[in-house]
């Protein structure tokens, strides 16, 4: 008997996602040695959005440190310019090491829950 082949795909309303990417506002990007922060728009194992064109061009790579709050929470990873709008940048990560993506997942995991967490005390508070 011949088995059966299925193909998953999950879209978003921003079209497919290779992973769950959870939504900061607390996040900043800083690339290379420039000395300006970058907010973040969202964060996955996969990549990291940012909310403004940082003036790379697609194909670029360069090296980004991660902060939170101001506080250094994952240093040196390496990136590649996936999109580029008038008002956002895309970049993919590349060869993260084992740790590096752990970091990268626990980040997200904790924003989950941290959203979870008030969407829940929004809905308990209207009853």
């Known amino acids: ?3 059966k082949s299925y193909t ?3 879209e978003s309303r921003s079209g497919n996602r290779e992973a769950y990417r959870a939504g900061f506002s607390d996040l900043q990007l800083r690339i290379d040695d420039r000395s300006a922060p970058v907010a973040v728009i969202n964060l996955s194992p996969v990549g990291v959005g940012l909310r403004r064109n940082v003036g790379m061009t697609q194909g670029q790579e360069a090296v980004v440190h991660l902060y939170r709050k101001g506080v250094l929470v994952i240093p ?3 990136v590649r310019v996936a999109r580029v709008s008038a008002s ?3 970049l993919a990560f590349l060869g993260l090491t ?3 993506t ?3 997942h626990s980040v997200v995991l ?3 829950k941290r959203q979870l967490s008030g969407r829940n005390r929004v809905r308990l508070d209207s009853f």
């Open 88 to 90: 956002a940048t895309g």
């Open 102 to 104: 752990d970091e990268i």
């Open 98 to 100: 084992r740790k590096q």
């Open 76 to 78: 040196d990873l390496a």
């Open 110 to 112: 904790e924003e989950q």
């Open 8 to 10: 998953v795909q999950i």
């Open 1 to 3: 008997m011949r088995e």
